[in-house]
């Protein structure tokens, strides 16, 4: 089935993916992005994106501001969308 890969969204690009695929980009993806964001950016990813939690909710567990959590998840989400391009394209 050809699904648009999410964090690809807005690139147009289309693939063949079953969802063990899909796992295995987003896994190759993250760790390839991981290294360039601090430990902190990485925990509020995950709290809003992967895990769902409210932006707010993660700022305050956090300590930091909700604009800060809405920036380090902007950032990481493009520097996986970039990855997951290049990946995708076979650049990597």
Known sequence: VAVVVPFVHGTGLKHEI?????????????RAVRKRFREAGWRAFESVYEQGIDTRETAAAMGISANSVYIYGCRIFSAMREEAQRVLAGEA
């Not at 079953?18 to 993250?30: C, G, H, M």
């Open 18 to 30: 079953t969802p063990e695929d899909y796992a295995r980009l987003y896994i190759q993806v993250k």
